[in-house]
């Protein structure tokens, strides 16, 4: 059974930092691409960032580009999620999400984590 | 690609049938899914390539359309089925969501 499962969030101040964490199971991690989307409170869903099979090349939107840094080890087949700078429109619950291979959507998704970023 | 769903919110009854719209933008060709999000539960991932039923997707789930318009048919409403729904398109980056729509009993 595919697993995906969170952890990391928590309240952090505007301007600092936070590392999600996404601990994958019954699967080849090694085998998928990777994602990371968030969903502020009473909002839709938002990509955040993807990455390749080797952690080669990670993908980005505008509002998060050179702020946050999704990387992977293999050996762990874990997933991170580096925030820098956090704002408070960063505020949402963060979903690890599992690309199927090489397609654009996701198969499967974990429970998510909430990151609050307030003073 | 902005992703437009409609309606937001759909009251409906168990064993009614109900569909639910998704525009593009822009043409997406059919990279288009559809998920199931619940409370307390992970998000589930109900059809890809705009009418491919992903495994363990029941058989009352249909999707349709190409290009921009895209619709989700749940047929024979059951209980499990009172969600929200998502679309998202996978064309091109960055993938983006539609906005949702809150399934509820009437």
């Known amino acids: 059974e595919v697993q995906l499962v969170e952890s990391g969030g928590g309240l952090v101040q505007p301007g600092r930092s936070l590392k999600l964490s996404c601990a994958a199971s019954?699967?080849?991690?090694?085998?998928?691409?990777m994602a990371w989307v968030r969903q502020a409170p009473k909002k839709g869903l938002e990509w955040v960032a993807t990455?390749?099979?080797?952690?080669?090349?990670?993908y980005y939107p505008d509002s998060v580009k050179g702020r946050f840094t999704i990387s992977r080890d293999n050996a762990k087949s874990s997933l991170y999620l580096q925030m820098n700078s956090l704002k408070s429109e960063d505020t949402a619950t963060y979903y690890c999400?599992?690309?199927?291979?090489?397609?654009?959507?996701?198969?499967?998704w974990g429970q998510g984590v909430m990151v609050t970023v307030s003073s | 690609v902005q992703m437009t769903q409609s309606p937001s919110y759909l009251a409906a009854s168990p064993g009614e049938s109900v569909s639910i719209s998704c525009k593009a933008s822009?043409?997406?060709?059919?990279?288009l899914a559809w998920y199931q999000e619940k409370p307390g539960k992970a998000n589930k991932l109900l059809i890809h390539?705009?009418?491919t039923l992903q495994s363990g997707t029941p058989s009352r789930f249909s999707g349709s359309g190409s290009g921009t318009d895209f619709t989700l048919t749940i047929r024979s409403l059951e209980s499990e089925d009172f969600a929200v729904y998502y679309c998202?398109?996978?064309?091109?980056?960055?993938?983006?969501f539609g906005g949702g729509t809150k399934l509820e009993l009437k």
């Open positions: 999400a599992r690309h199927p291979l090489y397609r654009g959507y996701f198969d499967y």
């Open positions: 019954g699967f080849t991690f090694s085998n998928y691409y």
């Open positions: 990455i390749s099979t080797s952690g080669s090349r990670t």
């Open positions: 822009k043409s997406i060709s059919n990279n």
């Open positions: 390539s705009g009418s």
């Open positions: 998202q398109q996978y064309n091109e980056y960055p993938p983006t």
